[in-house]
């Protein structure tokens, strides 16, 4: 858990933050309203507390700031002066709690706790009611939001959109979000894992065949793309596409039409092609094992789901969100998790992403006797799993490449994971931006 404390009383600030910090809760404290809304844009955060007088931008001003940018956080505004309309102006202007100082600090971090876990609550009874099927895009983190706000953008274009991600951070449900906003919403949404259908089998399957096509073909049969049509069409895995199949998917793309195995007829096809991978599609063009003609024809729009261990601040949500799934599931009640079991979640890396916390969350609930999943409750596997690309990578190193190459991937990588942002990219590296501009330069990177 973050809270943002907003006071020009820099005693303030450091009260409360040591206060939560008793309580494993994080404080960052901003001495203005204009610093604060920096670092709103910068980081997640699940509640703010802010004072009332300030100077340049006063806290109702900030207040109405946050609400017009998008932000629900639950807020609680402090002040000196106690006069009953500031609380009720406080409290119009969506400010949930009005505090007097002096006040006891143990009461407001009660107070922001209690806020906070019942604004997850209302946050997934929201989105239970808005994305009704079985799995939904959770999440409120700076991240996830950007992603959302991307999705909405382009979920009324035509346009090709390649998902990319480690495996099981929901690169299937933001491709089902897209096709649920958008114009052809009414209509089917075909889905296809490339990776686990044999390659002699995969044309036939995307592209239908006549009666008498091949030995056994003893009828037609309609592919993917026919299926797809007034709809969406998943390429789930499309990294592991035959690179002999490649030519014929990027000549459907081009001409929006198909021909069934042992058929001559162009059949028009009117579906949008959404594709996902967790492979490096860059440097399967650059080692020519994927055709880079079909890469940008599939990479018009990219989004990049980040993994859990990168944004662990939706935890909680989407912890609540599998327990109400749990419930439902095994005609359990379960209420949440204890304060510890939450932080024992927190902590960990998940290199299994959300497939791995769902399948940590359904464990304990089969062992747990009460209404709350506690600690004792939460088996983890241990960080000592990791994704195959990183095995991959540290294999390649392993074989001899150069320090150069080494370098240069390691920027590379940062930057996707940064969405080109040069200055958290060079954070995360631990160089300067100056420098990180400069190897940009040396390498000819273009992200």
Known sequence: MKILIVDDETNIRDLMCRYLKIDSIDGVGAENAFSAQRIL???????ILVDLKMPGMDGLEFVRWVRDEGFRMPIIMMSAHGEIRDAVEALKHGVQDYIVKPFNPEEVVIKLKNLVEAQNFRTLQEMEERLPQERAFIGESLQIRKIKDTIYRIAQTNSSVLITGESGTGKEVVARTIHEQ??????????????????????????????????????????MFELAN?????????????????????RVLQEKCITRLGGTEPLPI????????????????????????????????RIHIPPLRERK?????????????????????????TPEAMEKLKSYDFYGNIRELENILERAAIFSDGDLITEDNIELRGNDLRPSVSKGAETSIAEGVSLKEIEKQTIERALRRWEGNRTKAANELGITRRTLITKIDEYNLDI
């Open 182 to 223: 958008s114009p052809v919403s009414s209509g089917p949404f075909v889905a296809i894992n490339i990776g686990g259908v044999p390659e002699n089998l995969l044309e036939s399957e995307l592209f239908g065949y006549e009666k008498g096509a091949f030995t056994g073909a003893v009828s037609r049969k309609s592919g």
């Open 41 to 47: 844009r910068e980081e997640p955060f699940d509640a």
């Open 270 to 301: 009117n579906a949008r092609i959404v594709c996902a991978t967790n492979k490096d599609l860059e440097q399967m063009v650059r080692d020519g094992k994927f055709r880079e003609d079909l890469f940008f024809r599939l990479n018009v729009v």
């Open 230 to 250: 007034g709809g969406t069409l998943f390429l789930d895995e499309i990294g592991d596409m035959p690179f002999s199949l490649q030519v014929k998917i990027l």
């Open 313 to 337: 601040d939706d935890i909680p949500l989407l912890a609540a969100w599998i327990i109400k799934k749990l419930n439902a599931n095994m005609g359990r009640h379960f209420s949440g998790l």
